[in-house]
């Protein structure tokens, strides 16, 4: 097997040490569930990528290693077929492939309360927003797009300088999108024969309710279908009862989260980053407990940086007191800790993913239950979530370890049709273009049966109930 040497990232110099993993391994620190992973500096960024140059498309050095900031996708440069189907010892036909993604990487949601020592510009990104008459005869509006100012005379400031509607989509998002859709339609289009040359009534598209999702969803599918001329439903819930990005309201949810920040292990992780978030917090003006009692706004506000061309942030009363590449990986080495944890190791994990993510995976199965009993009115589905989504439907899959699902980190739940005399239909799962490695063993060719009782359990019988 080759080895690639890693931990290099683009423009700047890494100080994390070559580990010499495979860019596979990247995706899997055997020692993520300990909190001696956060503090130990010379695992760097475990060969992950978290830079980008501000436009795409980007992703990974090399290709298929762990990259925050554009995830690997299926693409024809390394998509080889599952080991039966290469072996021939059975025949295989893909017949349905249902896949998830995090949106594209984008500006961040947590402004530091302190202020942002930089712009963020996205005047070259037009977020479309209108809306007309489902009727060619009806009213067709003009394509009307975001464009975000500030007035002088306003006397609130965010915070931060700049053009950007937070979180909103960057440019490189938008083209890392379009070559993401690219990738798809050679391997599951023009190689696989599963997506159609023009969208028709066995595909089908959702998003959750944010504008982020929907923004990759018009690029990455632009992308599948270039010369495409029509318009496409992008299906949602009503936000209210949403089944993906915390739609529903269930504080179960809420007791659960506060249950498991309670743990001696979780106690443990504060306690090793307390320098660290010392530090950050009164650099940054970030001593609040939204910003200190979880790695979730530092790393989203570095990442947003370091993923779109920019530096990171550097305290606005002293502007040579600024965050180092160290710190970030740390943080971002917590961050990975803590999404192991939410969705991989903590006490009550299951029960924690029936509540948050259940009805989902409930949805999930169903559709690959229709391909099962031969009933499927569907070939292909794309459904453009987040982070939260993707974290636990891996959880529930029983992922080896789980670092934070990157931007564009997606699963593709493919089902083949096969004349093997044991299971008509096979499942694979790929993760990010690799197959899942989980406690079940390797997802690369397991019989779709199989892969339906892994993901039952996670399947609320009541959620009503356990909700209230
Ligand atoms: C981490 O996981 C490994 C393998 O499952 C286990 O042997 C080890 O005890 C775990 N460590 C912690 C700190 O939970
Ligand atoms: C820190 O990580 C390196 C690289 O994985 C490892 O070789 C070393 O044993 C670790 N040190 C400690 C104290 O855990
Ligand atoms: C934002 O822009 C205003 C007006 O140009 C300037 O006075 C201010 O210093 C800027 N703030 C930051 C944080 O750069
Ligand atoms: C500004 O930050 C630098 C780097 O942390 C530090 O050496 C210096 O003392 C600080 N200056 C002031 C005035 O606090
Ligand atoms: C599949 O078949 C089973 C058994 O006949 C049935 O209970 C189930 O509702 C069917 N599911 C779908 C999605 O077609
Ligand atoms: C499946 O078919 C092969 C080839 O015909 C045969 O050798 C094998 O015994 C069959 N297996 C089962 C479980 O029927």
Same mark, same amino acid.
């Given at each position: 097997?080759?080895?690639?040497?890693?931990?290099?990232?683009?423009?700047?110099?890494?100080?994390?040490?070559?580990?010499?993993?495979?860019?596979?391994?990247?995706?899997?620190?055997?020692?993520?569930?300990?909190?001696?992973?956060?503090?130990?500096?010379?695992?760097?960024?475990?060969?992950?990528?978290?830079?980008?140059?501000?436009?795409?498309?980007?992703?990974?050095?090399?290709?298929?290693?762990?990259?925050?900031?554009?995830?690997?996708?299926?693409?024809?440069?390394?998509?080889?077929?599952?080991?039966?189907?290469?072996?021939?010892?059975?025949?295989?036909?893909?017949?349905?492939?249902?896949?998830?993604?995090?949106?594209?990487?984008?500006?961040?949601?947590?402004?530091?309360?302190?202020?942002?020592?930089?712009?963020?510009?996205?005047?070259?990104?037009?977020?479309?927003?209108?809306?007309?008459?489902?009727?060619?005869?009806?009213?067709?509006?003009?394509?009307?797009?975001?464009?975000?100012?500030?007035?002088?005379?306003?006397?609130?400031?965010?915070?931060?300088?700049?053009?950007?509607?937070?979180?909103?989509?960057?440019?490189?998002?938008?083209?890392?999108?379009?070559?993401?859709?690219?990738?798809?339609?050679?391997?599951?289009?023009?190689?696989?024969?599963?997506?159609?040359?023009?969208?028709?009534?066995?595909?089908?598209?959702?998003?959750?309710?944010?504008?982020?999702?929907?923004?990759?969803?018009?690029?990455?599918?632009?992308?599948?279908?270039?010369?495409?001329?029509?318009?496409?439903?992008?299906?949602?819930?009503?936000?209210?009862?949403?089944?993906?990005?915390?739609?529903?309201?269930?504080?179960?949810?809420?007791?659960?989260?506060?249950?498991?920040?309670?743990?001696?292990?979780?106690?443990?992780?504060?306690?090793?980053?307390?320098?660290?978030?010392?530090? =950050?917090?009164?650099?940054?003006?970030?001593?609040?407990?939204?910003?200190?009692?979880?790695?979730?706004?530092?790393?989203?506000?570095?990442?947003?940086?370091?993923?779109?061309?920019?530096?990171?942030?550097?305290?606005?009363?002293?502007?040579?007191?600024?965050?180092?590449?160290?710190?970030?990986?740390?943080?971002?080495?917590?961050?990975?800790?803590?999404?192991?944890?939410?969705?991989?190791?903590?006490?009550?994990?299951?029960?924690?993913?029936?509540?948050?993510?259940?009805?989902?995976?409930?949805?999930?199965?169903?559709?690959?239950?229709?391909?099962?009993?031969?009933?499927?009115?569907?070939?292909?589905?794309?459904?453009?979530?987040?982070?939260?989504?993707?974290?636990?439907? =891996?959880?529930?899959?029983?992922?080896?370890?789980?670092?934070?699902?990157?931007?564009?980190?997606?699963?593709?739940?493919?089902?083949?049709?096969?004349?093997?005399?044991?299971?008509?239909?096979?499942?694979?799962?790929?993760?990010?273009?690799?197959?899942?490695?989980?406690?079940?063993?390797?997802?690369?060719?397991?019989?779709?049966?199989?892969?339906?009782?892994?993901?039952?359990?996670?399947?609320?019988?009541?959620?009503?109930?356990?909700?209230?």
């Amino acid at each position: 097997m080759s080895r690639f040497s890693v931990g290099i990232a683009i423009g700047l110099a890494s100080l994390s040490p070559v580990l010499g993993l495979t860019p596979e391994e990247t995706f899997y620190p055997p020692t993520l569930n300990d909190t001696a992973y956060i503090s130990n500096s010379s695992i760097g960024t475990y060969g992950g990528t978290y830079q980008a140059p501000t436009t795409g498309p980007t992703g990974g050095t090399p290709y298929g290693a762990y990259d925050y900031c554009s995830m690997p996708h299926p693409r024809p440069q390394e998509y080889e077929l599952p080991d039966a189907l290469k072996q021939g010892h059975v025949w295989g036909k893909l017949v349905y492939l249902e896949y998830l993604q995090r949106h594209q990487r984008r500006s961040p949601y947590n402004i530091l309360p302190g202020g942002e020592n930089q712009a963020y510009e996205c005047d070259n990104v037009r977020p479309y927003l209108y809306a007309g008459v489902n009727s060619f005869s009806g009213i067709q509006p003009i394509p009307m797009y975001a464009q975000t100012y500030q007035d002088p005379t306003n006397p609130f400031t965010p915070g931060v300088n700049g053009t950007c509607q937070y979180p909103q989509i960057t440019i490189g998002g938008i083209q890392d999108g379009f070559q993401h859709g690219k990738d798809l339609w050679a391997v599951y289009g023009e190689r696989l024969g599963l997506i159609p040359r023009q969208p028709n009534e066995r595909v089908w598209f959702r998003s959750s309710e944010s504008a982020l999702t929907q923004g990759s969803a018009g690029a990455v599918l632009r992308g599948v279908w270039p010369w495409y001329q029509g318009t496409l439903p992008l299906h949602q819930m009503v936000s209210s009862v949403d089944t993906v990005n915390a739609g529903y309201s269930c504080s179960a949810v809420g007791n659960m989260l506060n249950a498991i920040k309670s743990t001696p292990e979780w106690n443990e992780h504060i306690t090793v980053t307390a320098e660290l978030r010392s530090t =950050l917090g009164s650099m940054l003006g970030a001593e609040s407990g939204s910003w200190q009692s979880t790695f979730d706004h530092f790393s989203d506000n570095f990442q947003a940086r370091l993923c779109n061309g920019y530096m990171l942030p550097c305290s606005l009363t002293n502007s040579s007191n600024c965050v180092t590449m160290e710190m970030a990986e740390e943080v971002f080495r917590a961050g990975d800790w803590e999404w192991n944890y939410y969705w991989r190791t903590n006490p009550d994990v299951a029960k924690y993913i029936q509540v948050v993510e259940g009805l989902f995976i409930g949805e999930i199965v169903t559709h690959l239950q229709a391909v099962l009993n031969g009933t499927s009115s569907l070939d292909y589905t794309h459904i453009f979530v987040h982070d939260g989504d993707i974290g636990p439907v =891996l959880g529930a899959l029983g992922i080896d370890a789980l670092r934070w699902p990157a931007m564009a980190s997606n699963i593709a739940f493919e089902v083949w049709e096969t004349n093997d005399n044991q299971s008509r239909y096979y499942a694979r799962v790929l993760y990010s273009g690799w197959p899942l490695k989980t406690i079940h063993g390797t997802l690369d060719w397991v019989p779709l049966a199989d892969l339906i009782n892994i993901m039952k359990p996670y399947i609320p019988k009541d959620i009503v109930s356990l909700c209230a």
